[in-house]
């Protein structure tokens, strides 16, 4: 079956450093990757997609790799701040249409 | 800006009751989807449409079923509500622009006693 993991569930790092936060997929790759934000008591909010032709998609301070060869996507927040703390969702598509998958999140915290 | 709406925040229901949460878009999309969230199980897929009329079960369809006569509107229904089910619900739409990724209400936290 299609899975996607977020092996991290919570990640702390001082202010100012690179969050660095791990998606792996099993099964067959698929056509492209999703990054959502999710703050306490709110829905999550879609941020990055990459595709896997793309090895690496940048916005802003965000930035995504796509390594079909590992299996696995990474998500890069530079010159972290406080107010980046939130839990960060990967999720991948199904075999079929627009359904997706959502990997269980990684919590991020940015401490002063 | 564009909306995912959902008509409760919050909501207490007792056992055996029917429940109904509501969802509206305003971005004309043709993908419309219903999730539950619970801590360490992440993300569910109950129900979704693509199309008016239209309903497909997600992973755990059980207990709930959908309505989705509009396509701006879609509705899940909890046709006698258990205490499992007590969870965050949440909505979402996307277009069949994959790119656009998904646009999710704020939830309704259910709790059914």
């Known amino acids: 079956s299609q899975k996607i993991e977020q092996n991290s569930e919570a990640l702390n790092i001082q202010e100012g450093k690179t969050a660095t936060l791990t998606c792996n997929y099993t099964?067959?790759?698929?056509?492209?990757l999703q990054w959502y934000r999710q703050d306490p008591g709110r829905g999550p909010v879609f941020l990055l997609l990459i595709r896997e032709n793309e090895k690496e998609k940048r916005k802003e301070r965000l930035k995504v790799t796509f390594d079909t060869t590992l299996k696995q996507s990474l998500f890069h927040i530079t010159a972290s701040q406080p107010a980046d703390s939130a839990t960060y969702l990967c999720?991948?598509?199904?075999?079929?249409?627009?359904?997706?998958?959502f990997g269980s999140g990684t919590r991020l915290s940015i401490r002063p | 800006d564009v909306k995912v709406t959902q008509s409760s925040r919050y909501l207490v229901k007792r056992t055996g009751e029917k429940v109904f949460l509501e969802c509206v878009q305003d971005m004309d999309h043709e993908n419309m989807f219903w999730y539950r969230q619970d801590p360490g199980l992440g993300l569910r897929l109950i129900y979704f449409?693509?199309?008016?009329?239209?309903?497909e079960k997600g992973d755990i369809p059980e207990g709930y079923s959908v309505s989705r006569e509009k396509k701006e509107r879609f509705s899940l229904i909890l046709e006698s509500a258990s205490t499992n089910q007590t969870s965050m619900y949440l909505c979402?739409?996307?277009?069949?622009?994959?790119?656009?990724?998904?646009?999710f209400g704020s939830g309704t936290r259910l709790t059914v006693v």
């Open positions: 979402a739409s996307n277009s069949d622009r994959e790119i656009d990724g998904y646009t």
């Open positions: 099964n067959y790759s698929p056509a492209y």
């Open positions: 999720a991948r598509r199904y075999s079929s249409a627009s359904k997706i998958i």
């Open positions: 449409s693509y199309d008016v009329k239209m309903k």
